[in-house]
């Protein structure tokens, strides 16, 4: 399906979606968000998927909401409001829940709803010249669409409340340091990294891939005996797969392993 604020493209297995929107760095609108959230749910549905790279168009990921549009969200009231946030929530959300790894290439500019997709991933890579942070309080605001309760879970309360509050823009090497990203590389190796790192991530056993991302979600928020009953129920649904049974003959021929999802 074509969109007009989004690029959709497959490598086989691997899809890269890129926001488009470069004029206004990649900032979103009504049209952006709607766009966003179709190519996501088709991609959720996708069972030939086994990664997904979001990037951006230009020099920016995203620059989040546009802010030409947020007078317009205010005078929509507060109910209003709240249905259309809670719309950039699922989509963030099916992003973070659904069963393939997401790498987040973050090519320039992240900020504010920018970064906060970018936390919905799972891997977060950037160009050395990238710039992220949280300047909702320059405008009276907060992080809303989990920049604050993704956020303290990667980077520790401290970092967080310094990020939000002070409204400040890090380079790529200081979010390196404070754990919000993984990887720092030269900008013209921002994509193909991601797409050596994605490549590396199709060639595992999806099913496992899956699991291992639900249960790992999971035990962020569970008390340590509740996260390895967690464990142990999704190994025992891997232990019967036909791809557990193939990694394991693979290995003893000294082969590489052919997963088929099942």
């Given at each position: 399906?074509?969109?007009e ?5 497959k ?10 929107r470069?004029d ?8 952006m968000r709607?766009e966003?959230r179709?190519?996501v749910?088709?991609?959720?549905g ?5 990664v997904l ?11 989040g ?10 005078d ?13 929530h699922?989509?963030f959300?099916?992003i973070?829940a ?5 790498i987040?290439a973050?090519n320039?500019?992240a900020?504010?709803?920018?970064l ?7 891997f ?6 990238a710039k ?21 879970k990667?980077v520790?309360?401290?970092k967080?409340k310094?990020?939000?509050m ?8 200081q ?5 919000l ?10 994509v193909p ?18 699991l291992?991302?639900?249960v790992?979600?999971a035990?962020v928020?569970?008390?340590?005996d509740?996260g390895?009953?967690?464990e142990?129920?999704?190994q ?8 557990h049974l ?8 000294k082969?590489?392993?052919?997963f088929?999802?099942?």
């Amino acid at each position: 399906m074509s969109y007009e604020f989004l690029k959709l493209q497959k490598d086989g297995a691997i899809a890269v979606l890129t926001l488009n929107r470069p004029d206004t760095l990649n900032s979103w609108n009504q049209k952006m968000r709607d766009e966003l959230r179709d190519a996501v749910r088709g991609l959720v549905g996708d069972d030939a998927l086994r990664v997904l790279v979001i990037t951006g168009e230009g020099r920016a990921f995203s620059a989040g909401e546009d802010v030409r549009g947020m007078q317009g969200l205010a005078d929509i009231g507060t109910r209003g409001f709240r249905r259309v946030v809670r719309d950039i929530h699922n989509v963030f959300d099916e992003i973070e829940a659904m069963e393939v790894p997401v790498i987040a290439a973050i090519n320039g500019v992240a900020a504010g709803g920018g970064l906060e997709l970018a936390l919905s991933c799972d891997f977060r890579l950037a160009a050395e010249t990238a710039k992220l942070g949280f300047p909702e309080s320059n405008v009276g605001l907060i992080p809303g669409s989990g920049g604050c309760s993704r956020l303290v879970k990667i980077v520790g309360i401290a970092k967080a409340k310094r990020l939000v509050m002070t409204g400040e823009m890090i380079p790529a090497p200081q979010a390196l340091a404070f754990g919000l990203v993984e990887e720092v590389v030269p900008a013209d190796k921002l994509v193909p990294r991601a797409m050596e790192l994605a490549k590396q991530l199709a060639g595992k056993a999806p099913l496992a891939l899956g699991l291992a991302k639900i249960v790992l979600n999971a035990c962020v928020n569970v008390d340590p005996d509740t996260g390895r009953n967690i464990e142990r129920l999704g190994q025992s649904i891997l232990k019967k797969t036909e791809d557990h049974l193939e990694g394991a003959k693979a290995f003893v021929e000294k082969r590489r392993p052919e997963f088929k999802g099942r």
